[in-house]
């Protein structure tokens, strides 16, 4: 005798052959329960992550690098300092009147742009996801930081609140 199952279809119970999910009137949701469960597949694979982590997200070599600092003890000890410094609070925000917990640490000049300020404390500053997002989108036009951008010979701008300024102006 053939393994069956109920239709996933609300209030159905009509039975259904393995391996199908719908029975005959409710068919037409088999295809979209699929490609859910293929995601969701796709999304708690270890394969497809390490291959995400390896190859896709590590696309050079000065990529790599600059993602390997990050797993090192002492990107993890530095981070831990800003955070104490800056109280947890987003120092994009206080510039502008606003307190906003926060937990993610930024180099205020991108390190893609200049290498020798990844480990300099005074470069690092502490930002909400909002103010991340839009700093990192003010990067890719000031200093062409970014996948496919090309590098801009342009001046480091260290002070907080002149990227706020030009943030906000975009």
């Not at 699929?34 to 270890?46: E, P, V």
């Not at 390490?50 to 003890?73: G, I, L, P």
Request: include cysteine; glycine fraction near 4%.
């Amino acid at each position: 005798m053939p393994r069956t199952r109920r239709c996933r279809y609300p209030n159905c119970h009509a039975m259904v052959a393995f391996p199908h999910y719908y029975c005959k009137q409710h068919y037409e949701h088999e295809a979209e329960y699929l490609a859910s469960r293929q995601r969701w597949a796709r999304g708690n694979d270890k394969q497809y992550t390490h291959k995400y982590n390896t190859v896709t997200r590590y696309r050079n070599e000065d990529k790599r690098q600059q993602y390997s600092f990050y797993r090192t003890r002492q990107w993890s000890h530095l981070r831990q300092q800003v955070l104490e410094r800056d109280h947890y609070l987003c120092a994009y925000c206080k510039v502008q009147g606003v307190i906003t917990p926060a937990k993610t640490v930024d180099h205020v000049v991108p390190i893609e742009f200049d290498e020798a300020l990844k480990a300099d404390i005074d470069n690092l500053a502490v930002i909400c996801g909002k103010c991340h997002r839009a700093k990192t989108e003010f990067e890719q036009k000031y200093y062409g930081t970014g996948q496919g951008n090309e590098l801009k010979s342009v001046t480091p701008i260290n002070d907080i609140s002149s990227i706020v300024v030009l943030m906000n102006k975009e």
